[in-house]
């Protein structure tokens, strides 16, 4: 299922969404060459993607890493357009709602975070792992987790491929891809292949947005959105960049 959009209305001008979807498309296009040169691609995603037993010293790369620095740099790395595309197409949809709840400043420390959440959870599940794991999907989960805690009401259009469009609720549709994430991973635990996807990232960003969540939001600016109040230009202005 991939979601096209959602009901749920902003106030915020999502700059920090719109700044991560800029800065994955300039690391894909700067750093990564668009995927256009298959060197280049592979090269890049060796460079900054997460290599577990780099990070846990199970092993020991000829020209070394970043170590803990690839947690942050893999997120905004990719492997091909269908996987930046879809990614951000995933931060569009469900990042707005939660900047909105948080304020911009809240927002990106929150994407971090559940970023390296991510990270360290494919990193516990795979230490000995040699191969590379790169994307925005791990932050992104921490956004959908963050979001059935607060939205789980909200419709989301979703595209069932080749043909249906329907809607939903986001607690349907967030609980889907969560269960599916999970089996996936515990499947894999049994040696199963889960197709180069990191399902534990996503696992692991998906629990850390729904702790953290009640830590990140913002009361005043959740509680109006939940109870459909207009605030004021300068409730807004004051709430958006409060810590």
Avoid at 81 to 110: A, Q
Avoid at 151 to 178: D, E, G, K, N, S
Wanted: aromatic fraction near 12%; proline fraction near 4%.
């Amino acid at each position: 299922m991939i979601p096209l959009r959602d009901d749920n209305p902003t106030e915020l001008t999502p700059f920090v969404t719109i700044a991560l979807i800029l800065a994955n498309f300039a690391a894909w296009v700067l750093l990564q060459g668009a995927g256009m040169d298959p060197e280049r691609l592979q090269a890049s995603v060796y460079a900054f993607g997460t290599v577990p037993c780099e990070i846990t010293h199970a092993c020991v790369r000829e020209n070394g890493g970043l170590g803990w620095g690839e947690l942050l740099t893999s997120m905004f790395m990719h492997g091909g357009w269908e996987h930046i595309l879809g990614n951000m197409l995933f931060l569009w949809v469900f990042g707005n709602n939660i900047e909105d709840s948080m304020g911009h400043v809240r927002f990106i420390v929150f994407y971090l975070v559940c970023g390296v959440a991510a990270g360290l959870a494919h990193v516990l599940l795979s230490p000995g792992s040699e191969i590379p794991a790169v994307g925005a999907s791990g932050a992104i989960s921490g956004v959908m987790g963050a979001y059935v805690v607060l939205y789980p009401q909200a419709r989301v259009q979703t595209w069932v491929p080749p043909l249906f469009i329907v809607h939903i609720r986001a607690w349907f549709f967030l609980i889907y891809w969560f269960a599916f994430q999970l089996l996936s991973g515990v499947g894999s635990l049994g040696g199963r292949d889960t197709g180069g996807v990191a399902v534990w990232a996503h696992v692991g960003g998906f629990v850390a947005g729904v702790v953290l969540i009640k830590i990140f939001q913002n009361r005043t600016l959740v509680a109006a959105r939940q109870h459909g109040v207009v605030l004021t230009r300068d409730q807004v202005a004051r709430d958006e960049w409060r810590l």
